[in-house]
């Protein structure tokens, strides 16, 4: 696989970042995952938007332009004939000797890989993936897309031990978002899902589908719900760059609806996908 860090398209095996990168110290960076089809990106503009918002509000440098980005993107996916999956690209506020204010006179360091995944076709589609509850233990800037990501990874390790698929986050008695995804429950045919704030990731595929939702006659309610609340809807659901639209069958040990997917998480991963291949990058 061919991988690009700061400049260079180069082997994985080869490709190198300092140990002072402040990414690998601090944390001190941030990401974006865009998805693939066909050879193409999804919805990559509104991803990149999103990427100058998290470096904005941390007063990070931008180490390309949108546009530059966008031709290192699709030069990768070229380059490693991806066809379908997926391409993480990060950046860092770049390597310096450690210490914790901002490093003068640094440059940003970019990196990109990509990974080929079956998006359309996927099991979990199909059957509808089962999710557990845990504590929302992030910190308050949950809007910024940054590379510290313990908290999902405690989350999704403690899915997996429970012989789960994900985790649903629960913050002050209340779901804020799954561990790598939002969250949305159905509910007499309404869609209720938690309001963006600087509690919960301001999804590029949440957006889409719940203006889809509206396109299509589907009432859309931006509000918090409790566990209880999911336990007992009709039906539940996430949304992602990874995912798409993925039903959630079942709800900390609690079957949703018929335990099967719903007909309204299955309509709007069809539109989403549907929309998805006609406004390809
Ligand atoms: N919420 C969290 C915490 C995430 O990590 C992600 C994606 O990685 C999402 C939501 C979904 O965002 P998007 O639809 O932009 O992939």
Do not use: C
């Not at 990559?44 to 990427?51: D, I, K, S, Y």
């Not at 546009?67 to 950046?91: C, D, F, P, S, W």
């Not at 992030?138 to 990874?153: E, F, H, M, N, Y």
């Not at 957006?207 to 859309?220: M, P, Q, R, T, Y």
């Amino acid at each position: 696989r061919t991988v690009y860090v700061n400049g260079d398209f180069l082997p994985e095996e080869d490709a190198k970042i300092s140990i002072f990168d402040r990414g690998f110290v601090f944390a001190d960076g941030v990401y974006e995952v865009s998805s693939v089809l066909e050879g193409k990106l999804v919805d990559n503009t509104a991803h990149l938007l999103r990427l100058e918002r998290s470096l904005n509000e941390l007063k990070m440098e931008a180490p390309a332009s949108g546009a530059e980005i966008t031709a290192i993107m699709q030069k990768l996916i070229a380059l490693n004939g991806l066809q379908e999956g997926l391409v993480y690209l990060q950046v860092t506020r770049g390597a310096a000797d450690r210490d914790f204010g901002f490093p003068k006179d640094v440059n940003p360091s970019l990196v990109m890989f990509t990974q080929a995944k079956s998006l359309l076709n996927s099991p979990a589609a199909e059957k509808g993936i089962k999710v557990i509850f845990v504590d929302d233990i992030r910190w308050g800037r949950r809007d910024i897309k940054t590379i510290q990501l313990l908290a999902p990874v405690l989350a999704k390790q403690a899915a997996s031990e429970a012989e789960k698929d994900d985790a649903w986050l629960v913050m002050d008695g209340l779901v804020t978002e799954g561990s790598s995804n939002n969250a949305y429950i159905v509910k007499d045919d309404q869609i209720i899902t938690r309001k963006l704030s600087n509690d919960i990731l301001h999804g590029i595929t949440r957006k889409a589908v719940l203006s889809l939702a509206e396109e299509v006659g589907l009432k859309v309610i931006e509000r918090s719900f409790t566990p209880q609340e999911a336990q007992e809807a009709d039906e539940a659901f996430i949304t992602s760059a990874s995912t798409f639209v993925f039903p959630v069958v079942e709800i900390e040990h609690t079957s949703i609806g018929k335990g099967s997917p719903g007909p309204i998480s299955k309509r709007l991963r069809e539109i989403y996908i549907k929309q998805a291949l006609e406004t390809l990058e």
